[in-house]
């Protein structure tokens, strides 16, 4: 039955591209000539909105003619511009396809050079999502995508650097143009290959259902013909010297590109956590200090091909890699107090860990007509991580003594597909069908060796599948002139099986879900520099899949940190509404989810352990209210800030929950200084906050960057973060008669210097636009 279903639906799919691809788009095409009615040879043609003229699309003029495909219903200008001649602004009205004739005047000028620039703003505001631009700013000089991501507004990396999330909506998916990757492979890329990273805060029925927000990376993609090689070097000092180096290499001949990059970061990293754990019912409590250092030379590896078969049809394919085998010391001191009896312990833990990730994937991209486009992408993921760990402990000062080694394999494979139409109809409506898959598998082995006695060791082997198949449509156009309308649905049959080697089936789902998405948008005045948006979207957060193993690390005998096989996916339901005017933005939000996931301690009296491990609650409900404010103090002045007022609120009989709201805010600060030299000071931080069960404690970080170009080759910045050392982060919370504190120490103090180099031939148009719109993302 399944089988039939899914064959029917890429049938269907199919059918609906050939009954569609016929279908029109508004195409505007013109010719330029100067008042001899000669045609201009080279110009630039940019379509700008009438209210601000900011730019919407633009093209090329060559040899005296051009032509901007699928341009939106509305009034617009056209400005065409070419070096010599005074530049001529023209009002479009695009309600069918047009065609316009211009003439330019020769503007006299006498010049020995013409020095073009540009300032591209740091962060946009798109309908309350906010958009960062990596690409010629400060940005781009971090040593890594992660790095990146923890300087954008509302954008929260873990300490582990593991995790990736968005304040008031949880963890992210994160999308590299087309296809989804997991935080692992996103620090495979290389930063000088990305043009953007944009948060998406109510992601269409076209992205996977598996998240509140969408965190989009877009790769750079050459337009002109030549070598380019990039050599990249930031040294950062924080409790120890690491280093970043790279090389990235990009090659260009007419319709063919290659791109390669090689990496090497020398990593040495410190974790402190401080914990001290209480049973309400009994008089036990333990006091625990945990110090890790971990030595990660890591190699990163990438490259890929790109091939334009013609305008608007290409294959590529692509290759990310990352590798290292770390080290790391584990020292605990545990004070352990039961009734009169105290106990200190001890414990030294020698792990090594080696990792190897490898993402691959695949696109075809055809434009079927200037109405329809169909992609076609296929991506395989392979992730193994061996860790042996080796157990020291010193009981009552009695000396040290082996007592365990631990021998723990993961490995993780997935092939995912998808299969997208889009089509755009007469009168500007769009509709985007799709079809992909996901086929994921992990196998857990763990042996565990009691070195005083082999009574107690113990062999697991556990295996876990999972299938996804979905089907998504999405409507988006116009009810009116100044009402915008989107809505979606996607399906989704998740079928996943979890099982001991012994046979004993831990896990058997099979769910179908309907994710419906329904959008609205009110332009509030003529000039659409006001709107409000309304949003309603059902969503859901599967475990992943490291959450999924039975990896333990040992931190003491009476301390671990596990995972849970057993976690539910959570189910999310929210409606929002947001206003902008002018780049800024107010938002609310109110959601509600069943089976929430925390991180929590639970306490085994068997075998007198606590375990620090992640659980299902019943269910949390909360707000989310979010003020975006950029402004243009002076000339030189420029800011971004962020304001966001939470509450949340955990319903479950096992936790004790005081929920009580809290703030966010983020603050970033340029200053244009001449000499090609920027300023940036950044500032962010929480109030106090209860976030579901847990009690957190407020907390205020500042950065500060100062950025230069040398001799137009050389980029030069250098770096202070966390200079107040904010970065401790702790928890409180009351779970199952279980008292908590954790207060986890992060090493997030850290000053750099980075320095990037660019050589290479690449031949560009002897053209140069004289005047760029500050939104022009177009920098040549």
């Not at 039939?4 to 691809?21: E, G, Y």
């Not at 001449?674 to 950065?703: C, H, K």
Request: aromatic share 12%.
């Amino acid at each position: 039955m399944k089988n039939n279903i899914k064959a029917i639906l890429i049938t269907s799919l199919f059918f609906i591209i050939q009954f569609t691809h016929g279908q029109n788009s508004y195409k505007l095409s013109g010719i330029v000539q100067d008042t001899a009615n000669n045609p201009i040879e080279i110009a630039d043609a940019l379509i700008l909105r009438v209210a601000d003229s900011t730019v919407v699309t633009y093209s090329y003029v060559y040899k005296g003619a051009f032509t901007i495909n699928e341009i939106k219903e509305g009034e617009y200008l056209l400005k065409i511009s070419s070096l010599g001649y005074k530049e001529e602004i023209v009002k479009i009205a695009m309600y069918s396809d047009q065609s316009v004739n211009v003439i330019l005047e020769e503007q006299a000028q006498g010049l020995d050079e013409v020095v073009i620039k540009a300032e591209k703003r740091l962060f946009e505001n798109k309908s309350g999502n906010i958009k960062a631009n990596i690409a010629n700013t400060e940005l781009s000089a971090l040593p890594s995508p992660v790095d990146i991501l923890s300087n954008i507004p509302t954008v929260q990396v873990s300490p582990n650097r593991e995790s990736i999330s968005v304040v008031g909506r949880g963890n992210a998916l994160i999308y590299l143009n087309k296809q989804r990757i997991t935080a692992n492979q996103l620090s495979t890329l290389a930063v000088d290959n990305i043009k953007s990273i944009e948060v998406i805060n109510n992601p269409s029925a076209k992205y996977e259902a598996d998240g509140r927000s969408v965190i989009l990376v877009e790769t750079k993609k050459n337009e002109s013909n030549g070598t380019k090689v990039t050599l990249s070097e930031t040294a950062s000092f924080k409790q120890f010297f690491n280093n970043y180096a790279a090389v990235n290499a990009s090659f260009k001949k007419d319709k063919f590109e290659f791109k390669a990059n090689f990496g090497y970061n020398a990593v040495m990293r410190r974790e402190e956590v401080e914990s001290d754990f209480n049973i309400i019912d009994r008089d036990l409590s333990v006091e625990n200090y945990t110090l890790s250092d971990a030595e990660k030379p890591e190699f990163v590896l990438g490259g890929g091909v790109y091939y334009e078969i013609n305008s608007g049809d290409y294959v590529s394919l692509n290759v990310n890699s990352n590798f290292f085998n770390a080290k790391t010391d584990i020292m605990s001191r545990g004070f352990v107090q039961e009734d009169v009896d105290t106990d200190n312990v001890t414990t030294l833990n020698d792990t090594g860990d080696n990792r190897t990730y490898l993402n691959s994937n695949f696109n075809y991209n055809n434009k079927i007509n200037d109405a329809s486009n169909l992609f076609f992408g296929l991506q395989y993921t392979t992730f193994d991580q061996n860790t042996d760990s080796f157990i020291d402990i010193n009981e009552n000062d009695t000396g040290f003594v082996s007592t365990q080694s631990r021998f723990q394999d993961f490995n993780i494979q997935s092939l995912s597909g998808r299969l997208d139409y889009e089509t755009t109809f007469k009168k500007g409506a769009t509709l985007e069908l799709g079809v992909n898959t996901s086929i994921s598998s992990s196998d857990t082995q763990q042996n565990i060796e009691d070195v005083v006695t082999s009574a107690n060791s113990s062999n697991t082997d556990y295996n876990y599948d999972e299938k996804i198949y979905a089907v998504y449509s999405q409507l988006t156009g116009k009810l009116s002139k100044s009402i915008d309308y989107s809505v979606g649905l996607r399906v989704e049959n998740y079928d996943a099986e979890g099982a001991f080697s012994d046979g004993n089936l831990l896990i058997n789902r099979n769910q179908t879900n309907f994710f419906p998405k329904a959008d609205l948008t009110f332009a509030l005045d003529t000039t659409n520099t006001s709107t409000l948006r309304l949003n309603f979207s059902r969503s859901i957060t599967r475990p992943n899949f490291t959450s999924l193993s039975q990896v333990v690390v040992f931190v003491s005998p009476f301390i671990t940190f596990s995972r849970n096989i057993n976690l539910l996916p959570t189910l999310m339901n929210e409606v929002s509404a947001s206003f902008s005017r002018k780049g800024k933005s107010l938002t609310f939000t109110y959601y509600h989810y069943k089976d929430p996931v925390n991180l929590t301690t639970l306490y085994n009296e068997t075998d007198d352990i606590f375990s620090n491990t992640w659980i299902n609650f019943e269910k949390e409900t909360g707000i989310n209210l979010s003020l975006y404010y950029p402004q243009k103090i002076t000339n030189f002045w420029s800011s971004v800030n962020v304001l966001n007022f939470n509450y949340s609120n955990i319903q479950d009989p096992r936790a004790t929950s005081d929920p009580s709201p809290y703030l966010y805010y983020y603050s970033n600060h340029r200053f244009k200084i001449p000499g090609d030299t920027s300023l940036s000071l950044t500032g962010w931080g929480y109030t106090d906050r209860n976030e579901g069960a847990i009690q957190r404690n407020s907390l205020f970080v500042m950065n500060a960057s100062l950025s230069k170009t040398i001799f137009k080759e050389i980029s030069c910045t250098i770096g202070y973060n966390d200079i107040f050392k904010g970065m401790n982060f702790e928890d409180v919370a009351t779970i199952n008669s279980v008292q908590t504190r954790n207060n986890f120490i992060v090493d997030a103090r850290e000053f750099y210097i980075s320095l990037k180099y660019s050589f290479g031939n690449i031949k560009k148009s002897s053209y140069r636009n004289k005047k760029v719109n500050e939104d022009d993302n177009r920098i040549r």
